[in-house]
């Protein structure tokens, strides 16, 4: 993350904001480095990056392949791979996934396929990690509110309105708000959700329901 995203002036102490790269090991190996010089360990990991790649078969490029599976699936991975190590005892770790990985959307081939990966590397992984007392559970979102949806939808000639009600989720009419997925976080790295593991938190309004 960005300091801007606090703002230049953060004095929150729980709040401490290290820069990396998920596609490069040695950048999580650093960020890994400052964290526990200041905190001597980590007990939760949620993984976030993503890319959002659009595009029908024959329009994605091999390197654009290569770009989203670097980050949303291969950086996953590597930020378990070096972060699983310094749980002690336990450990609680989230993946975002997305209802792009549970049903099918015109022209998300790329995206809808890095996010059906992060949901059975979660399955996986749980299964694995079960013997040492860590927790993996998943979280797929429908369409939240967030530049970043709106600004892809313009670019592919769709307004706000039209967006807003044709993905909006069909029992709960309306597109979710981030403080949604937060609070599903914080349940599932809470005590809360201590016999939850291998789960897929669906956010949706009801969106994949057939």
Same mark, same amino acid.
């Given at each position: ?7 230049? +002036? ?45 595009? &029908?078969?024959? +329009? @994605? ?9 670097? @980050?949303? @699936?291969?950086? *996953? ?9 310094? /749980? +002690? ?21 790329? *995206? ?37 949806? &709106? ?6 000639? @769709? ?27 914080? /349940? ?9 593991? +291998? ?7 009801? *969106?994949?329901?057939?």
């Amino acid at each position: 993350m960005k300091n801007e995203t606090f703002g230049s +002036e953060n004095t929150d102490d729980r709040i401490f904001i290290v820069q990396l790269d998920v596609q490069d090991e040695a950048s999580i190996k650093t960020a890994i480095e400052v964290i526990l010089n200041k905190w001597k360990t980590i007990n939760i990991l949620i993984n976030t990056a993503a890319i959002f790649t659009l595009g &029908y078969v024959e +329009e @994605v490029s091999s390197d654009d392949w290569s770009n989203i599976m670097n @980050v949303n @699936v291969r950086g *996953y991975a590597l930020m378990n791979k070096h972060i699983i190590p310094i /749980f +002690e005892k336990s450990g609680s770790i989230i993946h975002l996934a997305s209802a792009a990985g549970l049903v099918s959307h015109a022209s998300f081939f790329p *995206y809808a396929t890095s996010k059906g990966a992060i949901i059975q590397m979660t399955r996986n992984l749980a299964l694995d990690l079960d013997p040492f007392n860590i927790r993996v559970n998943s979280i797929s979102p429908g369409a939240i509110e967030s530049p970043t949806l &709106y600004r892809t939808a313009v670019e592919t000639g @769709v307004t706000k309105t039209q967006f807003d009600e044709n993905h909006g989720g069909k029992h709960i009419k309306r597109l979710g708000h981030p403080q949604e997925i937060a609070n599903m976080a914080v /349940f599932l790295t809470a005590d809360l959700s201590s016999f939850t593991t +291998e789960a897929n938190g669906v956010i949706d309004g009801g *969106y994949t329901i057939v």
